[in-house]
């Protein structure tokens, strides 16, 4: 069964950092093109961050500058390094293929807050 699981959320003071990581099995990230997503309470999710398969990037306009998406093939994960957070940043993180999507993950909670 395909599966991802994300970790490495947690409650973090507005301009301190995070490393979220994605693990994905019965698949092959870098066959595919990956994507960060969040949701906040009462809203849509919305696309963070992506990464196709020739390792091209790109960010929501809201995260520029600030978050930065790769994968490690060897590991067959997803990571998301998030800096400068601020409290607009508070949602539940999740990973997925852009297209082609898969069961979601739990996610990973991400608070911040002083």
């Known amino acids: 069964q395909v599966q991802l699981v994300e970790s490495g959320g947690g409650l973090v003071q507005p301009g301190g950092s995070l490393r979220l990581s994605c693990a994905a099995s019965r698949f092959t990230i870098n066959n595919y093109e990956v994507t960060w997503y969040r949701q906040a309470p009462g809203k849509e999710r919305e696309l963070v961050a992506t990464?196709?398969?020739?390792?091209?990037?790109n960010y929501a306009d809201s995260v520029k500058g600030r978050f930065t998406i790769s994968r490690d093939n060897t590991k067959n994960s997803l990571y998301l390094q998030m800096n400068s957070l601020k409290p607009e940043d508070t949602a539940v993180y999740y990973c997925?293929?852009?297209?082609?999507?898969?069961?979601w993950g739990q996610g990973t909670q991400v608070t911040v807050s002083s």
């Open positions: 990464i196709n398969t020739s390792g091209s990037t």
């Open positions: 997925n293929r852009r297209y082609s999507k898969v069961s």
